[in-house]
């Protein structure tokens, strides 16, 4: 709800037509994306069905990007030495080009 409410009060939805263009990121690690449905349940009704659509899918097999790894030791610990290895930290690669966005470059 809180997504909704936020939406609300900067006018990307409601009466308010001036409101900033967002963008919303549900990922949900490997799962499958959301439905139609589940978007509305978890996101309310006026940001579901807003054209166009500020959903966009997490394709967490192809749109991902590595950022940096996380220590072999801190691994071993967190799996109760099941594995003992980096593991990559990864962000979806929207949210780290929007991170990294320099607006004097590209407004």
Do not use: C
């Not at 409101?19 to 509305?40: C, D, K, Y």
């Not at 807003?50 to 030791?73: C, M, Q, Y």
């Amino acid at each position: 709800r809180i997504t909704s409410m936020i939406a609300e009060y900067y006018g990307f939805v409601g009466d308010k037509k001036d409101g900033p263009t967002i963008q919303i990121l549900p990922a949900l690690g490997t799962h499958a994306p959301m439905t139609q449905q589940q978007i509305e349940t978890m996101f309310g009704p006026d940001l579901a069905n807003k054209d166009p659509s500020p959903f966009l899918v997490h394709d967490w097999r192809n749109d991902v990007v590595t950022i940096g790894h996380a220590p072999a030791e801190m691994v071993k610990e967190a799996t109760n030495g099941q594995v003992n290895e980096p593991w990559p930290a990864q962000l979806n690669k929207v949210v780290w080009e929007k991170r990294h966005h320099d607006p004097q470059k590209n407004p």
